[in-house]
């Protein structure tokens, strides 16, 4: 199997770990760099000193990308920062190859209909890097849901805050993608995780409403606190879900909380750890996922990619439900710039 690579930094190097992991040898990797100064990282995002990535992990690179799409790979990872991705998307797409674009899809909806129909004409496989459907907490959570445990949801708040420096440690954060306008940073497309798993859990809301913007004393040009509001519908009902982003908390902060009327479930995705309590307040369910490795995420999303691949499966986040989550977090961006709420029925 051939891929090509474009972006080789944190995220990218850790795809190229996890395919040599999975498929060793077997596997021949391709990069498009033209820029060829990202430093070889580990998996705890630390430089490794003395090597170089096409060293490292036998990388054959191309300077040109139709030289590199020449070499007919069967899927493009698509890694490089958001405003970047669909252009080199479609590109990839029409000489023919799947696709794995890291979340976001995009940082606006240009071009993301045309990639759609590309991607349905030619079938082609396309993921979206939403390695979080893949945790264990919100696999569980999901299940709950499903089960209906705590009887008619009422209310939901999930929260993600890490501070931003302390991300790449490697590098100065007001040269990263999530500090700059014009990449397509800012924590509301940095952190859509939350926003695609919510639209998971409880689909696309009716409207969104956010406050916040760049509050902190960082240095950048992009939001770095929100509060978001939507109106989900479950069982033609209007459900409050909220969510906090931000890029200033210590120690970071994840988690979400689903409230019915029945009971609670509490989530926090860095203790690992999902509790039920019910109707009373007794916990009836206490789940740890202690000593589950963050890689595995990764891990999962590929070999499920590979499947995806080898005609096993579909996409799990596919172009459509990509698409998606980025028009939730769209219309918050749009909402955070007008102080409109905005209808995302229309």
Excluded at 82 to 95: E, G, K, M, V
Excluded at 172 to 198: F, N, P, T, W
């Amino acid at each position: 199997m051939k891929i090509l690579m474009v972006g080789l930094g944190g995220i990218g190097q850790r795809h190229v770990r996890n395919l040599r992991t999975l498929l060793g040898s077997e596997i021949e990797i391709l990069a498009f760099r033209f820029r060829n100064n990202s430093p070889v990282l580990t998996d705890q995002l630390k430089i490794e000193e003395g090597s170089s990535l096409e060293e490292k992990y036998a990388i054959r690179v191309y300077a040109d990308l139709d030289q590199a799409l020449a070499q007919k790979p069967e899927a493009v990872f698509v890694c490089n920062p958001s405003s970047l991705h669909l252009p080199i998307a479609l590109r990839a797409a029409q000489a023919g190859c799947h696709l794995f674009i890291e979340k976001p899809l995009s940082h606006n909806f240009e071009q993301v209909e045309e990639l759609i129909n590309l991607v349905e004409s030619r079938n082609i496989q396309a993921a979206v890097g939403y390695q979080m459907r893949f945790h264990p907490c919100l696999q569980r959570l999901h299940a709950l849901i499903q089960e209906t445990s705590i009887g008619r949801i009422l209310t939901v708040r999930a929260e993600v805050g890490e501070y931003l420096p302390g991300w790449h440690t490697y590098e100065d954060y007001r040269q990263m993608y999530a500090s700059k306008q014009e990449l397509g940073g800012g924590v509301i497309l940095s952190q859509i995780h939350e926003l695609d798993y919510l639209y998971w859990l409880f689909g696309l809301p009716r409207c969104v409403f956010a406050l916040g913007g760049q509050m902190s004393s960082l240095d950048l040009d992009v939001e770095d606190t929100v509060e978001i509001l939507m109106e989900c519908v479950m069982d033609g009902r209007s459900v409050p879900v909220s969510v906090h982003q931000d890029y200033v908390q210590r120690p970071p902060s994840r988690a979400c909380q689903i409230i019915g009327d029945a009971g609670k479930i509490l989530v926090d995705l860095r203790a690992l750890t999902v509790d039920v309590f019910d109707s009373l307040g007794n916990q009836v369910e206490s789940t740890s996922y202690e000593g589950f490795q963050r890689n595995q995420l990764f891990l999962d999303e590929l070999k499920y990619f590979l499947e995806c691949l080898q005609g096993k499966q579909t996409p799990l986040v596919g172009i459509r439900a990509g698409a998606q989550s980025l028009r939730m977090a769209l219309a918050a961006k749009e909402s955070l710039a007008t102080g409109k709420v905005v209808n995302l029925t229309r």
